[in-house]
Nanobody
Framework: QVQLVESGGGLVQSGDSLRLSCAASGGTFSIIAAGWFRQAPGKEREFVAA?????ATYYADSVKGRFTISRAKNALYLQMNNLKPEDTAVYYC???????????????WGQGTQVTIST
């Protein structure tokens, strides 16, 4: 089973950019699906973006045009541009051999990285 460790979170102002990274180990990361979820205080964890091993990408409507998901051999990235206060959340990396498991949030998880957007 793959192990995931997120990094890159922080405190930025509205309109700024951040790039999250997720380092993968212990599995064949390049042939599985991976993605990002986020959880804001008092809210349920929600889907942000996913990428299939084929390169196909999927985004939540709330981040389309602002966020870009990409991957390397043993890493996953989330480039976040034009950040808004409502993007404030803990961001989690997830991965699974099955794309549907990633999209439904039932794959393996990292520990999360905090992203805070100030006005």
């Amino acid at each position: 089973q793959v192990q995931l460790v997120e990094s890159g979170g922080g405190l930025v102002q509205s309109g700024d950019s951040l790039r999250l990274s997720c380092a993968a180990s212990g599995g064949t990361f390049s042939i599985i699906a991976a993605g990002w979820f986020r959880q804001a205080p008092g809210k349920e964890r929600e889907f942000v973006a996913a990428i299939h091993w084929s390169g196909a990408t999927y985004y939540a409507d709330s981040v389309k045009g602002r966020f870009t998901i990409s991957r390397a051999k043993n890493a996953l990235y989330l480039q976040m541009n034009n950040l808004k206060p409502e993007d404030t959340a803990v961001y989690y990396c997830t991965a699974d051999p099955r794309l549907n498991s990633v999209l439904n949030g039932v794959g393996s998880w990292g520990q999360g990285t905090q992203v805070t957007i100030s006005t």
